[in-house]
């Protein structure tokens, strides 16, 4: 039980960082398209019709791509003025606490956003531009981002009661 536990640890970091690295990949990649289009904008005075509605969905996708690669590096806001010794019961207990706030919040936006998703989906719904992409595209972006964070702040709860601090990256016990 306790291998099957580390392989779910495991296997939810990697995923963060598969993901992690996709959304730089993608932001990255706006930023070549919007200077592509504000080259053929002011210099060859020729406008795309596309550069405006992909790098929108490049940055909604890049964003909660990155939601779980954040966490799992504690690069988000942490204020840990009381508990400073990862092996203090109390500071176990607020970490995993945070993580349960954390999964409660996003199993609702998962919850919501496959809804709103399916509704279009079902419908057909597209975006209000020439290109008319599915909405569906824009829209799972939501589900998929938060249910990755979901699983992967079950693994940091794991992580804060079975590994030892000396096993973890430098960066998750640095705030």
Request: with cysteine.
């Amino acid at each position: 039980m306790a291998s099957l536990i580390q392989s779910y640890v495991r296997v939810m970091d990697q995923v963060s960082e598969v993901t992690g690295k996709i959304a730089a990949w993608m932001f990255f990649t706006t930023g070549i398209i919007v200077s592509f289009e504000v080259f053929m904008r002011y210099v060859l005075n020729s406008p795309t019709i596309w550069v405006d509605e992909v790098s929108r969905i490049f940055q909604v996708w890049a964003a909660y791509l990155a939601i779980a690669y954040v966490l799992k590096h504690k690069a988000h806001i942490i204020i840990d003025i009381t508990f400073r010794n990862p092996n203090a019961l109390n500071r176990k207990l607020a970490d995993s606490f945070a993580m349960l706030v954390i999964i409660f919040f996003c199993l609702i936006t998962v919850n919501y956003g496959l809804i709103i998703w399916w509704k279009s989906t079902l419908a057909g719904h597209t975006t209000d531009s020439y290109l008319a992409v599915p909405k569906v595209f824009v829209q799972s972006a939501i589900w998929v981002g938060f249910g990755i964070m979901a699983l992967q702040s079950l693994a940091e709860i794991i992580k804060i009661w079975t590994w030892d601090p000396q096993d973890l990256p430098k960066q998750t016990l640095v705030h």
